[in-house]
């Protein structure tokens, strides 16, 4: 059984930076794209960045729209983690984040897409 535990979440100021973590357990790692989702109260979950895996892809990553140039993911296969470096954050940033597991080898921004799930991690930006 996969299991996905995110960590690294808290409060942080504007224009502060933060970095979650996702430690990935069972299943084969290296072999399926990673992700990072959030959700703010009263909205739908949302893609923020995916990592391909490495063997096909060479770990190519994307993001949304507005995450880019702030958000980086990575990935270490030898470690089963996922991480995403977050700088520049907005209040607009708040909600809890997920790390997902992809079925794939290369990943979408769909969230049926990705059939394992962490419990995710709060992340809050205060101005």
């Known amino acids: 059984q996969v299991q996905l535990v995110e960590s690294g979440g808290g409060l942080v100021q504007v224009g502060g930076s933060l970095t979650l973590s996702c430690a990935a357990s069972?299943?084969?790692?290296?072999?399926?794209?990673m992700a990072w989702f959030r959700q703010a109260p009263g909205k739908d979950r949302e893609f923020v960045a995916r990592i391909n895996n490495i063997d096909w892809s060479g770990g190519s990553s994307d993001y949304a729209d507005s995450m880019k140039g702030r958000f980086t993911i990575s990935r270490d296969n030898a470690k089963n983690t996922v991480n995403l470096q977050m700088n520049s954050l907005k209040p607009e940033d708040t909600a809890v984040y997920y790390c997902a597991r992809s079925r794939y080898g290369l990943g979408t921004s769909r969230t049926n897409d990705y059939d394992y799930w962490g419990q995710g991690t709060q992340v809050t930006v205060s101005s």
């Open positions: 069972g299943g084969t790692f290296g072999s399926y794209a």
